[in-house]
């Protein structure tokens, strides 16, 4: 099930950016490289039609798509 249009992986990765991670933090975290973190987050603010982290975390927390 997608929640505001994002896969599980987006999801996750938007998830550790909401605990403050870096995106090499968050890499570590799900492993996978820091390039596949940009590319995600590219693809999240986009879906989400945001410019930035702070955005798009603030959408997550409204939780509306």
Avoid: C, W, Y
Avoid at 4 to 17: D, I, N
């Amino acid at each position: 099930m997608k929640r505001l249009g994002l896969t599980r992986r987006q999801l996750e990765v938007l998830v550790e950016v909401e605990k403050g991670k870096s995106n090499e933090d968050i890499a570590a975290a799900l492993f996978i490289s820091p390039q596949t973190v940009r590319t995600h987050l590219q693809n999240i603010f986009q879906i989400l039609a945001v410019k930035n982290r702070t955005a798009a975390v603030s959408r997550l927390r409204r939780g509306s798509d």
